[in-house]
């Protein structure tokens, strides 16, 4: 797959649905979320570490369409916005989490994030 290599992990305990590792570079963590429709999409702030080996895939399975695959970094959640939110819950029930915003109006701010480009990114030998 792209020259990495994949490895699942026994238990889904820690929010961490696979490893992924390319050449001499560190392993990836990432977390795999899905919607079939516009909406919201989240990772408990205890099960997603914003670090730089840290990933979301995200699968947009909409009627109709082809699905559309998104790998987003972690740290994009280190400045929060009105697409990727954080939710802290003070005083609530529901634990803190990092969330994601899925609606036409903020289809443009994934774009960048496109499987195929990330997966680019992460494999051009560095300089």
Known sequence: MYGFQVFTTEVDDRGIDF?????????????????????????Q????NLDENVY????LLFQGEPPSLYLIPSTVWLSPNSV?????????KS???????????NMPA????RFESTVQRLTRPSI
Do not use: C
Not at 56 to 59: F, H, I, S, T
């Open 110 to 113: 994934l774009e960048q994030y």
């Open 95 to 105: 634990k803190p989490e990092w969330g994601l915003n899925i609606s036409k109006k």
């Open 45 to 48: 702030k205890t099960k997603f």
């Open 84 to 92: 990727f939110v954080e939710r802290n819950y003070e005083g609530l």
């Open 56 to 59: 979301l895939a995200l699968g």
């Open 19 to 43: 490893v992924a590792r390319h050449e001499i570079d560190p392993f990836m963590e990432i977390q795999v979320k899905s919607l079939r429709s516009m909406g919201y999409v989240f990772m």
